[in-house]
């Protein structure tokens, strides 16, 4: 009998498998299309990001920022997380 690695890494990919539900990804119809509910969370994390640079920008703090770039990420990010967590989550 011939030795196929695969055969024993088959559980292992099988196992990633474990967390799937019968039911389906979380979606929302729009416009006759049902779109994966991450897809409006990272939306609405990049627009509160652009609003937040709009309003640090208005009110100067945006020159007081060392990292920009990592914290207009971190605050989208924040705020995708946030959403999916009050919207979808447990």
């Known amino acids: 009998m011939r030795y196929h690695p695969f055969l024993h890494a088959t559980p292992v990919l099988l196992l990633s498998l474990a967390g799937c539900k019968v039911t389906g990804a979380p979606s929302f119809p729009l416009a006759g299309a049902y779109f994966p ?3 409006l969370c990272g939306m609405l994390g990049i627009a509160v990001a652009i609003g937040l640079r709009v309003l640090f920008l208005a009110t100067d703090i945006d020159a007081a920022l ?12 924040i705020t995708a997380l946030l959403f999916w967590l009050v ?4």
Not at 66 to 77: A, H
Not at 87 to 90: E, I, K, L, S
């Open 37 to 39: 509910s991450w897809m």
């Open 66 to 77: 060392r990292l920009r770039l990592f914290t207009y990420v971190s605050l989208g990010t």
């Open 87 to 90: 919207a979808f989550g447990p």
